[in-house]
C-alpha cells in the first residue's frame, strides 16, 4: 500500500535529490529510500570500548585515571 506525503525541504536539497534519482534511474520516493538505508547501513561511532548510561564527573574520572 502506498501513502502520499508531501515535504517541504529547501530547493537546493530537493535539486540534488532530483540530480540523484536521475542520475541513477529512480523516482525521488525511490532515491529517499535508497538514501535512508544506506543511512541505517552505518554502524554507530563508538569510542572505546566502556559504555555507562551515568556521566562521570571530574572527581570520578581523575579518580579512574589514577590522579
Wanted: a negative charge; proline letters at 6%.
Amino acid at each position: 500500500m502506498s501513502e502520499v506525503t508531501t515535504i517541504e525541504v529547501p530547493k537546493a536539497v530537493c535539486d540534488k535529490l532530483r540530480a540523484f534519482a536521475v542520475a541513477r534511474g529512480l523516482t525521488a520516493a525511490q532515491a529517499i529510500d535508497v538514501l535512508i538505508d544506506a543511512a541505517d547501513a552505518r554502524p554507530k561511532p563508538t569510542i572505546g570500548g566502556y559504555r555507562s548510561n551515568d556521566p562521570l564527573s571530574a572527581e570520578e574520572i581523575d579518580k579512574e585515571l589514577g590522579v
